[in-house]
């Protein structure tokens, strides 16, 4: 993999080729303060100042009997001076302004990534923003983010930089009515398409069963006649959506190998494409039997309560008796 492989695969190289079968997207340069701001790990978690009085967390409750616990009393020897939180007005008025015309909704992402490892701390439990603040939240909030800070490059052969000299913030249209089965991530090697995955690899959809000769045409087709004539790199991985329509749209594009997960494949298999005579490998979830494991919670095990009683606990106990009554059945050996 080469550097210019992987730069080619940030939104903002590639969302303006493919701008009318994309997603509506606005893109916004960071300032280095704000990059800053989001490696910064030295101190408390603050998040900015918002200009606008917004809440990250606009449905929680005030209770100043509990902040009381937190309080340190004078004279206790701990006092130590507050730290002022950053403020970022003019980046927050921009951000502001696309929200709005965007409908109002959006989730967002840097270069490369999205923050989906931190959207368990949001109101909603999903990448769906309305604010500036929700945004700095789920960003300040992420450690794979990380990944485009500071290791984008890693994996390069010809590796000369640790980080892109600019960052941007893309504010990607939020769909309310968007069918996570109808997302694909494709593979291509030496510019053929050699393998389709579906993306949401942790769940069996019997929809995908029955259309799956039909998404495998529509994919092909919107793979030859656009993305092989734009897109310049000879092996890289794209994700698409097919609409109710039978529209195909772009997502987004990563990398070939190092940190782009191969879902239905091993990078072993796919290395092995193209052979002479190999077809198009479309794989999906064909069975409940057939789900990958996957965090579905997108929670922090530290945060779950498996304490005798709670939900977890009875769901790890029934699961556990399930296991046991497999194991034990006729069937089981057969």
């Excluded at 997302?183 to 053929?192: A, D, I, L, M, Y």
């Excluded at 995908?208 to 793979?223: A, Q, S």
């Excluded at 029934?318 to 046991?324: D, K, M, T, V």
């Amino acid at each position: 993999m080469k550097e210019e492989d992987v730069n080619r695969c940030q939104i903002q190289e590639w969302y303006p080729r493919f701008k009318l079968v994309s997603t509506r997207t606005f893109i916004h340069e960071l300032p280095e303060s704000f990059v800053q701001y989001l490696l910064d790990d030295s101190g408390p978690f603050l998040l900015p100042v918002s200009i606008s009085n917004e809440d990250a967390f606009p449905n929680r409750i005030h209770n100043p009997e509990e902040e009381e616990d937190y309080q340190v009393s004078e004279g206790s020897g701990d006092e130590v001076e507050p730290l002022s939180p950053p403020s970022f007005p003019e980046l927050e008025l921009k951000i502001k302004e696309s929200i709005e015309t965007l409908g109002g909704a959006i989730f967002p992402k840097l270069n490369w990534s999205a923050p989906k490892d931190s959207a368990w701390i949001s109101t909603s439990g999903t990448l769906r923003c309305t604010t500036f603040s929700e945004i700095a939240l789920l960003l300040r909030s992420s450690d794979s983010l990380i990944h485009d800070l500071c290791h984008a490059y890693d994996s390069c052969s010809d590796k000369t930089m640790s980080r892109p000299p600019n960052f941007f913030l893309a504010l990607r249209k939020w769909y309310p009515s968007f069918q996570p089965e109808m997302e694909f991530r494709c593979f291509v090697r030496g510019q053929k398409l050699v393998g389709i995955s579906q993306r949401e690899v942790t769940t069996f959809y019997p929809v995908l069963c029955e259309k799956k000769n039909d998404l495998e045409v529509l994919i092909e087709e919107f793979f030859n006649g656009i993305v092989r004539l734009k897109f310049e790199s000879n092996d890289y991985t794209f994700d698409v959506y097919v609409t109710q329509d039978e529209r195909v749209k772009v997502l987004d594009f990563n990398p070939w190998g190092a940190f782009t997960l191969p879902l239905l494949f091993t990078w072993e298999e796919l290395e092995q494409k193209p052979r002479e005579g190999d077809d198009l490998d479309f794989r999906i979830v064909e069975s409940r039997c057939a789900v990958q494991p996957g965090l579905k919670t997108a929670v922090p095990y530290d945060y779950l309560d498996v304490s005798a009683g709670s939900g977890w606990d009875q769901f790890l106990r029934n699961a556990g008796e399930e296991l046991q009554r497999q194991t034990k059945s006729p069937e089981a050996g057969a």
